[in-house]
C-alpha cells in the first residue's frame, strides 16, 4: 500500500513538471491550453490518489476531490478556449480556419 | 524525503508558469497560466495534509478547487463578452 501510494505521488510530481514546461514552451494559446490542462489533470488524479493511498481512512475524501478535479478541469479548459478564440487570439501556421465562416453565419442570423 | 522531490518537482513547474504569466503576450495567456497554477495548488494543498498529518486540508482542498473553477469561468465569460 505504502509504495503503490509512493509511486503514485511521484508520478504526479513529474506529471505537474510537465504541465508547467508546456505551459512555457509551446507556441500559441491552443497549444497551451491542451499541454497545461491534460498533464495537470493527471498530475492531480495521480497525486491525489497516492496520498489517499497511503492513509487509507482518507481514501473517501480524496476520491470525491478526484471525480470533482475530473469533471471541471475539462469544461474549464473549454471554456477557456472558447474565449479566446472569440477574444481573438492568433494561431500558430493556420491555414484553414473552419470556425470562422460558421461564427459569422451565426452573428449574420442573429442581427436579421 | 519522497514529499521533499515533490514539492521540489511542483515548485519548478509553478516557476515556469509564472514565468509565461509575466512575458505572456495576450491577456488569455495569463489566464491559462492561473488555471494551471490553481490545480497546481490544489495538489500542494493535499501534500501538506500527508506531511502534517491532518484531514483538514482535504477539506481546504475541495473548497479551494470549486473557488478556482468558478474564477477561470468567470474571467473567461468577462473576455468573450468584452471582446
Known sequence: MKVIG?????????????????????????????AGTKATTLGAFSLILGVGFLNPSWLLKSII?????????PVGSSVLARASYLHGAKIAKLQKDDLKSLYEKEEMSQND | MIEIIVFSLIGIGVFFSVLRMIIGPEVTDRIVSLDTMNVMITGVIVLLSQVFKNEIYLDIAIVYGVLSFLETVVLSRYLEAKK
Open chain 1, 65 to 73: 476531490l478526484v471525480i470533482f478535479m475530473t469533471i471541471t478541469n
Open chain 1, 6 to 34: 509512493d509511486v503514485l505521488i511521484i508520478i504526479g510530481g513529474i506529471f505537474y513538471l510537465l504541465g508547467g514546461l508546456g505551459i512555457f514552451r509551446m507556441p500559441d494559446v491552443f497549444n497551451r491550453i491542451q
